[in-house]
């Protein structure tokens, strides 16, 4: 008994009539004995938090989300459309990858902008980009030693929602940062100026030195407390 099976192409060239599959990905038709047996449908399965992800980094600021694969157009657009990313160029090979964020990458440019380019990848062929891109993110788990050693950031568990709740973090310790600038200087020259007028005693000038750094210090634990972010 003869069993064919291949896209709807091989089923037109051995004269077997196929029902067409209203379900995005690669179809694979089945005929046994010259009769259409069905079909197959292989499609990759979207992480169950990639939604939520995109949602999240849109909340944090992010303003314009790119998908860039070599998939075919459907499987992009369905995929672009079930996450809400904004943009998707699909059918790329890897170098195609690399060209498209030049492309991005010179338009910023051109805008004089400040904002950053940031790739997500954990393939072999997102290597390049991950090194070209302003900031490159890879996933620890499952991405590949070249992509992890090119990237600037690695999410060790694959969490895509993680990437939002990185720039959650890196925004509070910058704040932090600046919050214990403006008040380590704030404190001093107040200091300076009771001294100047005679004020100041030897009292506030320990706590202008030594109690000011001890508030930075405490400020700045509350880094550590990142779990409702």
């Known amino acids: ?24 990905g690669t179809i694979v038709h089945v005929a046994v004995g ?24 849109n909340k944090c600021g992010i303003h314009k ?18 996450l809400g990313i904004s ?13 498209k964020v030049e492309e991005l990458l010179e338009e910023k440019n051109r805008k004089n902008s400040k904002d950053k380019l940031a790739f997500v990848g ?3 062929n997102d290597a390049p980009v991950l090194t070209r891109a302003d900031i490159g993110i890879a996933m620890g788990a499952l991405g590949s030693d070249a992509a992890i050693e090119a990237a600037d ?21 910058i704040r932090i940062v600046y919050e214990n600038i403006y008040f380590a200087i704030g404190v001093k020259f107040i200091c300076l100026a009771l001294g ?3 004020i100041a005693n030897m009292w506030v000038a320990i706590f202008a030195d030594v109690g000011v750094m001890v ?15």
């Not at 079909?39 to 938090?49: G, M, P, T």
């Not at 059918?91 to 060209?99: G, I, R, W």
Request: net charge positive; charged share 25%.
């Open 196 to 198: 100047a007028v005679g």
């Open 153 to 173: 950031i690695v999410l060790m568990d694959d969490d895509p929602a993680k990437i939002a709740k990185s720039i959650k973090i890196a925004k509070k310790c």
């Open 34 to 57: 010259n009769e259409y047996a069905g079909h197959i449908l292989i499609a990759d399965r979207i992480k169950k938090n990639a939604k939520q992800a995109i949602s999240d980094l």
């Open 215 to 229: 508030i930075a210090v405490l400020n700045a634990i509350r880094a550590l407390f990142t779990k409702k972010l």
């Open 65 to 82: 989300t790119i998908m860039l694969t070599g998939d075919m157009k459907n499987v992009a657009d369905d995929v672009a459309a079930q």
């Open 1 to 24: 008994m003869s069993v064919a099976v291949g896209n709807g192409k091989l089923m037109d060239r051995i004269g077997v009539p196929y029902e067409p599959c209203h379900k995005v």
């Open 122 to 124: 954990d393939g072999i």
């Open 87 to 99: 943009q998707v160029c699909s059918e790329l090979l890897p170098a195609d990858k690399v060209a």
